[in-house]
């Protein structure tokens, strides 16, 4: 009996010596807990932004990198001063931004030193003065600005209310360009445009509601230009219908001038219950999607965008169940027809 008496008064003893080694590490962990929820957030940022670089990327744009982003909402055409040496200003058109570097779009400069000055603030409202000379640049922008964005997106669906149709652009552009579209299914006389305040979007916004088996069509004709006069050389399109699908099925076809494959050329589906519209790309090649039905098929091209048609295709039936691919041939007009002839 006294030998199981010690074994067992062995084992009792052993039990207190663990947990006291376990009782320092609690009390540690506990301990920081309670400190951690004890410590005050993080410091805001308390400093004002630098100007790293000035670049003058050709005489209308100026880049100003930050060591930060900048509040680009705070900031308005008068935000920054550019004056020459002999204290002419030179006039700023607009700003944009992307990441911790501002554009400013400017009147053309001349080749000399400028100075620039004023106040910027960066996300979380510090101030910073900003006192520069850099010297202008003398290069042309002859970069043709691109269409960058569209919305919707060609082929979206279910779009009844809130119809508005966004082209996003590369850089600003002129906002006093002619600004000339195309469309089906939308009445033009209430399709009203603005520009966003950087001048890189423009937005047609259509106050009515789509009508059920609606699909719309929208091409933004090439005739804007950005500050440097440089137009855009491709339409922005795009199509969209109030349906849960679209039509159900897909044709194609070659469109072609003088046995060359043709660009940017309207082709046009049209039957008494419906009409569609394509534009054919860079090798001429152009897609729609139809419903099963009897098609009339042309195409058109308006060289120089004054809304006259110049080149036309000749008139064919076409039946979307062929599986033909179309092939149409454009020729010059004697006599010039409105376009919106053939888009009623």
């Not at 501002?102 to 009147?107: D, K, M």
């Not at 001349?110 to 520069?132: C, F, H, R």
């Not at 950005?226 to 699908?245: A, C, H, P, Q, V």
Request: proline share 6%; charged share 25%.
């Amino acid at each position: 009996m006294k030998k199981q008496y010690k074994k067992i008064t062995a084992k009792i003893k052993r039990i207190p010596l663990f947990f006291s080694c376990l009782l320092p590490l609690i009390s540690c962990f506990l301990l920081l807990a309670a400190c951690a929820k004890k410590m005050l957030p993080p410091s805001p940022d308390r400093f004002a932004p630098r100007l790293l670089v000035i670049e003058p990327i050709n005489r209308i744009k100026i880049d100003l990198t930050f060591d930060e982003d900048i509040n680009i909402s705070k900031m308005t055409n008068q935000s920054l001063v550019i004056t020459t040496t002999n204290k002419e200003t030179l006039r700023i058109r607009t700003i944009s931004s992307r990441k911790n570097t501002i554009s400013l779009f400017t009147e053309p400069t001349k080749p000399g030193l400028y100075y620039i000055s004023g106040m910027v603030e960066d996300k979380n409202k510090n101030l910073a003065q900003v006192n520069k000379k850099f010297l202008a640049s003398s290069t042309i922008d002859t970069i043709a600005p691109r269409v960058a964005g569209i919305f919707p997106s060609p082929g979206t669906t279910k779009k009844i209310k809130n119809v508005y149709i966004e082209f996003s652009f590369s850089e600003p552009m002129d906002t006093t360009s002619a600004v000339r579209f195309l469309t089906l299914s939308l009445d033009t006389s209430q399709i009203k445009w603005s520009w966003s305040s950087d001048w890189q979007k423009l937005t047609f916004g259509y106050p009515e509601s789509l009508l059920p088996n609606t699909t719309v069509y929208f091409a933004l004709q090439p005739t804007i230009h950005d500050l440097e006069n440089n137009r855009i050389k491709e339409y922005g399109y795009t199509f969209f219908t109030s349906d849960s699908n679209l039509a159900p099925i897909l044709v194609t076809g070659n469109l072609f001038y003088e046995n060359q494959p043709y660009k940017s050329g309207i082709v046009i589906f049209s039957n008494p219950a419906s009409k569609s519209l394509a534009l054919s790309d860079i090798s001429g090649k152009f897609s729609v999607r139809l419903d099963t039905a009897i098609f009339n098929v042309t195409a058109i091209s308006d060289t120089d965008f004054d809304n006259q048609i110049d080149l036309l295709a000749e008139l064919k039936d076409f039946n979307p169940a062929d599986t033909n691919k179309i092939k149409l041939d454009l020729k010059p007009i004697s006599e010039k027809k409105d376009i919106d002839q053939y888009l009623r």
